[in-house]
């Protein structure tokens, strides 16, 4: 059968993707990126750990994979760079893909002291690249709901807040003896903290008061771990927020986040897998999500496509998204969040509530 008519459509070129760190949370980027995310190609992985590189480029078909980081910045086909390696080394590689004009998606932290995240931020803006921090549940369809509904002032003026993390475990952390100190705020409150902060825009954390301690893990107290935390903190515009985290629900990951106002309230978090519910003579049960990437898969994969969605609006392929709310975490909003986690810290060392301001410089 012959054409009727034949037109010649030009497709902007993909945003190729490097990913550095391919572990946990990097295995489960790469794997967005190759399938889920429209317009983005995976086009290079670097990690130490050749063979965990290895493994995915081979099941991705990604064709480039390397143990040097440096490889993949000197690249002149990769156009953006996710960086998913442990913490420590966040600031330094923002500030090094900056410097070799990439884009930068960064799980959180950006990084761990104020003052190398500030390095790397000066970086990002003198090169002129786009930045993301990885504050996913932004992104998850339920906190989105209730973000555009506090932005139309559902729940009138924020009086009280909460946000919660309970990462799923079994009743014992494996490899507790292992996790970095300060990690439930560094990198677990660290989500709690963006989340109060996003629904109460406008307004800025002014003191935290932490307490914190090992009850999963009682024996490893002495040597400083923390699986349980509670965070109070008061915001400039007179908001109260409670945040708290726990490394070991065994019924699942829970996250949930709420706003109680002068005018109502805004509640997000999905406490069951789907809406399917058993009702048997034991009473009423349902299935609850049992990994990060059960509970936040939507999320994830949307906040990346918003990334390449940014790096692809620049290059002019396609329009901004429009919004009737704020949704792309960036600098300001690590710097915010960083500053709170800092500031818990401290406050933990101290047994007393410490001013945001200490730890943030301003
Ligand atoms: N957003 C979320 O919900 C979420 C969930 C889990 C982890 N994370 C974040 O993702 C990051 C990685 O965590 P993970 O659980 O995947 O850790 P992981 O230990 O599973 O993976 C880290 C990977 O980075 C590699 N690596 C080590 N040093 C490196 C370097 N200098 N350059 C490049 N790669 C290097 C390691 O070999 C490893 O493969 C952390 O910042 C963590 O907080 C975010």
Known sequence: MAYISQHTIAMPAPVRIGLIGSGWMGAFHAESIARRV???????????????????????????????????????????????????????????????GKHVFCEKPAGQSLAELDAAFAAVDEAGVLFQIGFNRRYADDFRAAKKDLAAGIAGTPRLMRSLTRDPGTGSIPN????????????????????????????????????????????????????????????????LAVAEANFSALYGYDVRGEVFGSKGMVQAGRATETAARRYTAEGLSADTPRLNVELFRQAYTDELA??????????????PPSSDFTLTPGAADARRALAMALACIESVKRGAPVAVSEKAGV
């Open 38 to 100: 429209p317009g983005a190609e995976l086009a290079a992985i670097a990690d130490p750990n050749i063979e965990s590189a290895q493994n995915i480029a081979l099941e991705l078909g990604t064709a480039k994979v390397t143990a040097s980081v440096d490889d993949v910045l000197a690249d002149p086909e990769v156009d953006a760079i996710i960086i998913a390696s442990p913490a420590r080394f966040h600031a330094a590689l923002i500030a090094q893909a900056a410097a070799a």
């Open 176 to 239: 507790a003896a292992r996790v970095p100190a300060w990690t439930i705020f560094l990198e677990t409150l660290i989500h709690d903290f963006d989340t109060l902060n996003w629904f109460n825009e406008g307004a800025e954390p002014v003191e935290v008061f932490a307490v914190a301690d090992a009850l999963v893990e009682p024996s490893l107290r002495e040597q400083g771990f923390l699986d349980t935390a509670v965070v109070t903190i008061r915001y400039s515009n007179g908001a």
């Open 306 to 319: 918003d990334f390449a969605g940014a790096v692809r609006a620049r290059r002019g392929d396609v329009s």
